[in-house]
């Protein structure tokens, strides 16, 4: 073999090991930038961190109550917790009112048809009417000496009248707390969502970014304690208003009994002897 045709046999050599060394690299380079694009396809599925706290991935809103800060939390349970308040009173104030004016109304009734107090039966079960009745008969038994008409008549009335309002307070029981609720809720749920917004922007200065994917949760989760707060309000101000109407009608159905209770009283006493006539016990 000559000289050249080594050099020329080498030269082939050198060529092949180059394109195999070429290819090597080539490949390695592929592989890298597959398991790159593998990775970065991966990268958004794994959970990014503020401060301390995951960014949750269920933006349910159970989910977003579970992964609030602990005072969001704590408000959210508040405004749930008033929200049953709110129902509780409006389901058992609903069944006290009805069965109230309907034992107002028998009793109006009552009064309406008789011709003296004496003919209204004693009512035993109590109630408005049956106070009504029983403070009437006590007042002209004790002024079973006095002469005095007018006096009488004013003492009658002035009894009546601490009696309406006696049983208008009671009735009034519970709904204090609707008006409570309805004025608070709003602004406890405000508390809550400022929380919420101030802890997703310290976490934004903790990561030193500003992408929204990281702050949208942490605003989310801070406007859900918004949303309870007026879940709980609206409700409350709305059964409130109806109370205050059916409440209204309630004491305007005790004013009907109690002056209905003075007339026939009156119609008592301006009857001849009526006062030193023998008045029926509250039992009969």
Not at 36 to 47: C, H, K, T, Y
Not at 102 to 114: D, K, M, Y
Not at 124 to 129: E, V
Not at 263 to 281: F, H, N, V, W
Request: with cysteine; aromatic share 6%; proline share 4%.
């Amino acid at each position: 073999m000559t000289k050249k045709e080594c050099a020329n046999q080498s030269g082939i050599c050198s060529k092949s090991a180059f394109s195999s060394l070429a290819a090597r690299v080539i490949g390695a380079a592929a592989f890298l930038a597959h398991a790159g694009a593998a990775l970065a396809q991966q990268a958004p599925e794994s959970v990014p961190v503020v401060g301390i706290a995951a960014l949750p991935r269920d933006l349910s809103p159970w989910g977003m109550f579970m992964s609030a800060d602990t005072v969001v939390k704590a408000v959210i349970i508040i405004l749930a917790l008033a929200s049953v308040v709110t129902w509780t009173v409006w389901v058992a104030k609903t069944i006290e009112v009805f069965l109230a004016k309907r034992r107002v109304r028998a009793a109006l009734n009552s009064f309406a048809s008789a011709a003296s107090l004496a003919e209204v039966p004693g009512s035993r079960t109590g109630g408005p009417a049956a106070d009504f009745r029983e403070a009437a008969i006590a007042e002209i038994r004790l002024s079973a000496d006095a002469m005095e008409k007018d006096g009488l008549k004013e003492r009658i009335a002035s009894r009546l009248e601490r009696i309406e309002a006696a049983f208008g307070r009671r009735i009034s029981r519970g709904t204090g707390v609707l008006a409570t609720i309805g004025a608070t809720a709003p602004f406890v749920g405000l508390f809550g969502t400022v929380w919420g917004i101030m802890n997703s922007f310290i976490g934004i200065s903790k990561s030193h970014t500003t992408n929204l994917a990281i702050v949208a949760p942490g605003i989310a989760e801070a406007l859900l304690a918004t949303a309870f707060g007026l879940a709980a309000a609206i409700p409350a101000v709305v059964i409130y208003n109806m109370f205050a109407r059916s409440i209204a009608g309630y004491r305007a159905l005790l004013g009907d009994t109690s002056a209905e209770v003075l007339r026939l009283a009156s119609r008592d006493l301006d009857r001849r002897g009526s006062i030193r006539t023998p008045m029926p016990t509250a039992a009969e």
